[in-house]
């Protein structure tokens, strides 16, 4: 679709010579009220409208459609012509609405009929049409200044729609003349012009009104190409219902939209006072809204065959859907493939309003296609958003993605225990909200990109799932955790992490139990002063992620540093001690899965995490920076024959027995949780209503983790 | 995108291919020989494709409906039969229902013809049905343009220099004009021999079924994933920017969205993002010659236990009924969901939004939306009550806004009857009777009626004279109050006549110490 076609502008003139002042003949009762009343009151005079009054009805009704459906980019500028121009807004967004154009017009006044007919005329308004066409709106101003260099493909067309009562077809060319020739005018002008723009096409569209009861004298006449830029229709309209059905039908065409009537509406109805029942009954509502909407019935040649023709307004089509209960709720995800605007037909009559408040509550419709027979196929649903009404196009046919490979049973779909819960949480943290159009912060970002910049720091230390972490599975880590990803902390929150980590080293003085993951594991795991080095070596690989950030994270990490269990020397002659010890530990436990290293040692989880974040680098410096790390990764390269040794093989000859049992052990231990008593258990004994012990009400590791 | 091999099998594909060697190739043995390798192409690195094989001469047939078993398309591909003389229209019609029986009008659909270029004499050859295609009626119209968006690759089983000395490459390109441009030709380049056949396949291949491979970015997390169909280029607006966008390889998380507040967004188009495993030398598992199936297998074992984040994301987008909203390229974005094909199975799915700065107007625009933590109250509440979304638009719609439309008598009359009403209320219903009065007073102060507000400043006065005696007095002095206003405003005097006036209720010693308020 293209943006600037000749619908980006349209304007109307409206004839506001004395003869419009004229009365369409349209007689229409008000005093309806007579029956119910005393005898004997005779009723008042019907009133009529004036040729004027219906030609503003019926172009504030084309508005109306127009802005309810188009609410941007398609522009109209109004102007009334009598013996000066009354230009009643501007080709500016926030002109573009009804109300404004009703103010104005209260303003202008109906015609006045005393006015010396000589010197009015309709034309003021055309040369002024011409010249408002050549005027650039905002739309097309900032495509220039974006396309640069190809400014030229921002095009220049529109549409003048003429309301008149005209003398004959003479005045009629002569009017059309007027326009053709003002355009060549108007184009030398504005080639010269920053702010203007020749036109390259413009329609010009000749609405002829006159009374009921006459004969006109102005004839209909299809489109015509009056120049390379100029063409021209002429259409004879009786003032009344039959203007206003010819204006609606030329909104339609003008701006590409389709009719559906939404049959079976079920709607309680409370009638006049005189029946006080209340009975239900089926309505139709018919809706514009763009053709598109219709794409599957026109092009499968279905349209005849889905509608019917519509009642009141002869020429055009309506694709009829029936109502289709039950209905949707809000929080399933349909298979959309568009969504457009409506506009009801008949705005104010009960069905239609009736209708619209449902939708404007909130609530959403399914539409399905009548079928003489076979299976009921829902196409469409009506839904509105933010006070706006949608009817979205659901696909309603086979789709190409059937029966796709299930997730679990691609990469990592054998994995069971990812950190849902606490994704979750974190997409919580990381939902979106709109910000007003001035917001850039002081680095002028857009919000979007503050968002993608979130997302980083959140992630900076994530493991995925639960056997690769510790501190991500304890509660007293949690206010430290929340804070350290922040941009910014504040001196308030460095001393809720530094008091956090104080609480972290009274556990340890009290050797309360962590909740090292064991899963896979037999015997004991690591023991209780290796299962607070883990914690803490975990706890300064996310702290030092983010200590670039200010001073304040620093000074956590200091923090930490300061208050961790051992010593750095102490701590380097106990490693030296203990990857002895590791070594057997590891091969005792080699032969397993990848990701099932991290319960055998911190350095053994530390290399998994770092494998599986792509940004290795970083992490190993940052590890390398640690006292405690591990060694860098291309010292102690992870040997393909290591993984390939029999378990325990240092432990000496094993029989096949053991062998066979160990591997069974194995396989069935993946296959289940394990049971937390017998995780933290010591020698197979679990101590009983342990969490009494427990004043930090630290939880035992638990997959979802439900108490945090 | 499904695809349709239509493959010719009129007489001419069974001409001998002359060459020198031992072995003797009919043209249709090259065309199987190139399918061939195709249908393996697919098997293994587009096996969701469904693909469905029309073999044609005057008369055609569905040799297999689409399907993703490459198998049955190869083996009926091997029994394939000869038959008469070429009639491409009739086929291509075929085809056209065919697809759109099975996936509609609006799914996207790749057509491959295969034909030696000897397109057919007289009537039903491809060169009479151009001839006459400007004087068909509606009933007759040639099938191209297909009724879905489609893609027609035309393989000549023939080089250039032979379809140029006759006029089948003009007839050929012809027909990728009437497809709306959409398509390409494909010859073979020397002597027409197994490999040159393998290298125009190969070009094929290239074109229209490499798999499309990304990496999904949240932040520091990421997965090698691939994105099934693959997306194809996107045109907005032809005029103002004619380049079609393309969907790039790096799709970064931007943030999350509720279900609800997203409520069921159009979309271009719809993928499967499946996660791949991509090994140390930058292979990708799975995608390799299938000589090697056990280390294969264990490999996929192994891709099957490591933990990926598609897998993680995808869980909590399920459990917490979310969607990730995903950048595709500069102004263009997607979203991610779980999308569940049955009870057991679900996966992750990723939906394309329409290019542009502002592909859903409940949202805004999409480069204004940011972290709710850096909202100065949390948008969502603290017990998640709220929603930031949709947006409310800066106008309300007709609809929401109780206008006044008198087009029909019936609407007119519906806004006089009801000032009638709340007339004979009075003063009960003083507040409403003056907001309908007034909002019938603008109306027809807007659209210059002026003889209405006469005509009802008169129903007015005769309804004050009608009142009962147990009437309010109030309701007396307001009516006439009410219709000597309407008079005034009928005048057009300025003074009585300005649009953002109001009438307002006449302060009476029996309102209640001015209880009326204005309105």
Known sequence: MRIFSVSHKTAFVVDHCPYMAESSRQLIECDMLTKSRSQGVIPLAPVSKSLWTCAIECSMEYCRILYDVYPTKKLVNYIVSDSEVHILNSWKQENQNTQELMTALAAVGPPNPRQDPECCSVLHGLVAAVESLCKITEYQHESRTTLMDTADRVANRGRIICLTNAKSDTHVRMLEDCVLETIQEQNKRAAGSDRLMPIQQCELVLVHIYPQGEETLVSDRQKKELSSVLSSEVHSVRAGRYLAGKLNVLVQQHFDLASTTITNIPMKVRLTEEQHANTSANYDVELLHHRDAHIEFIKSGDLHMAGSTSRDSGLKETVTLKWCTPRTNSVELHYCTGAYRISPVDVNSRPSSCLTNFLLNGRSVLLEQPRKSGSKVISHMLSSHGGEIFLHVLNSTRSTLEDPPSISEGCGGRVTDYRITDFGEFMRENRLTPFPESMVDAACRTPVERAKFQLERHTRYWPMIISQTTIFNMQAVVPLANLIVKDTLTDEDVLTCQKTVYNLVDMERKSDPLPISTAGSRGKGPKRDEQYRIMWNELETLVKAHVGTSERHQRVLDCISACRSKPPEEEERKKRGRKREDKEDKTEKNGKDTEEKGWTTDSERLKGVMEREKDEQSECEIIKDSPDSPEPLNKKPRLATEEQQPPEKSKGPVSLLTLWTNRITQANSRKHQEFAGRLSSVNSKAELYQHLKEENGMDVHENGKATR | ?519
């Open chain 2, 1 to 519: 995108m499904p695809t349709v091999v239509l493959l010719d099998s009129s007489l001419s594909m069974t001409r001998p291919v002359s060459v020198e060697g031992s072995e003797e190739f009919q043209r249709k043995n090259l065309a199987v020989h190139g399918l061939t390798m195709l249908f393996e192409h697919m098997a293994t690195n587009y096996r969701l494709e469904f693909t469905s094989l029309v073999a044609f001469s005057s008369l055609w047939e569905l040799l297999v409906p689409f399907s993703r078993d490459y198998n049955t398309l190869q083996e009926a591909l091997n029994n394939l039969e000869d038959y008469d003389k070429t009639c491409l229209e009739a086929a291509l019609q075929g085809v056209s229902n065919v697809v759109q029986q099975e996936w509609g009008t609006s799914c996207p659909c790749q057509v491959v013809l295969v034909t030696d270029g000897a397109l057919g004499i007289g009537r039903g050859s491809l060169r009479h049905s151009l001839q006459t295609v400007k004087q068909r009626v509606d009933d007759k119209k040639f099938p191209l343009p297909f009724p879905f968006p489609s893609k027609l690759y035309v393989m000549c089983i023939a080089n250039a220099e032979e379809l140029q000395a006759t006029d089948s490459m003009d007839n050929l390109e012809q027909l990728i004009n009437l497809n709306g441009g959409e398509g390409q030709i494909y010859t073979m380049e020397g002597p027409l021999c197994l490999k040159s056949v393998q290298s125009m396949f190969g070009k094929l291949i290239d074109q229209a079924y490499s798999p499309f491979h990304a990496v999904l970015r949240c932040g520091n997390l990421t997965s090698d994933v691939q994105v099934f169909p693959r997306p194809e280029p996107v045109t907005i607006d032809e005029e103002v920017d004619p380049i079609p966008k393309t969907v790039q390889t790096d799709l970064e998380i931007v943030g999350f969205i509720e279900i609800g507040d997203i409520s069921s967004p159009p979309v271009l188009s719809r993928h499967l993002v499946l996660p791949i495993a991509v090994s140390k030398e930058g292979d990708e598992i799975g995608t390799g010659a299938t000589d090697d199936t056990e280390e294969e297998t264990s490999t996929n074992q192994m891709a099957g236990k490591s933990p990926n984040f598609c897998v993680l994301l995808h869980g909590s987008l399920k459990v917490e009924g979310m969607v990730a909203l995903v950048q595709l390229g500069p102004d263009w974005f997607g979203m991610l969901y779980s999308q569940a094909d049955s009870k057991k199975k679900s996966n992750l799915m990723m939906s394309l939004f329409d290019p542009g700065s502002e592909p859903l107007p409940w949202l805004g625009r999409m480069s204004q939306l940011g972290p709710a933590s850096d909202a100065a109250e949390n948008p969502y509440g603290e017990d998640d009550s709220k929603s930031p979304f949709p947006i409310q638009p800066k106008h309300k719609r007709s609809y929401a806004q109780n206008v006044t439309v008198w087009i029909k008598a019936s609407g007119l009359q519906t806004d006089v009857q009801k000032i009638l009403r709340n007339a004979k209320k009075l003063p009960e219903k003083t507040q409403t009777f003056y907001k309908e009065l007034n909002r019938l007073r603008k109306a027809a102060l807007a659209f210059g009626f002026w003889e209405l507000l006469k005509s009802v400043a008169e129903l007015l006065e005769r309804e004050c004279t009608l009142l009962p005696d147990s009437a309010h007095p109030d309701a007396a002095f307001q009516l006439s109050h009410a219709a000597q206003q309407l008079k005034l405003a009928s005048s057009g005097d300025s003074k009585y006549a300005a649009f953002e006036q109001n009438i307002t209720p006449m302060l009476t010693d029996f309102s209640g110490g001015g209880g009326a308020d204005r309105i």
